[in-house]
């Protein structure tokens, strides 16, 4: 089963959290905390605005970041994924 976003909305894997700190203090789950940094899987055909589609900025394989709480959590055959508005995508990472 594959997720295809309607409009101008983005399907993100998050990427895994570190385990240990850059000092080397190892971190339990509870105190970790998620990245806001993901990588594309999806992405809508774009925003409807005057009867025009507006075309996306980003596209499948990129890696972004986006605000901490934004998006729609799902899960899709035991992956876990977020859906987000392409406007809750702060930075492309190059």
Do not use: C, H, N, W
Not at 55 to 65: N, R, S, Y
């Amino acid at each position: 089963m594959t997720l295809k976003p309607l409009g101008d909305r983005v399907v993100l894997k998050q990427l895994v959290a570190e385990e240990t700190t850059k000092s080397g203090i190892v971190l339990t789950g509870q105190t970790k905390e998620k990245p806001q940094q993901a990588e594309v899987i999806a992405v809508g055909p774009g925003a409807v605005e005057d009867g025009k589609i507006v075309p996306m900025e980003v596209k499948v394989g990129d890696q972004i970041i986006f605000s901490k709480y934004s998006g729609t959590e799902v899960k899709l055959d035991d992956e876990e994924y977020i859906i987000v508005k392409q406007s809750d995508i702060l930075a492309i990472v190059q």
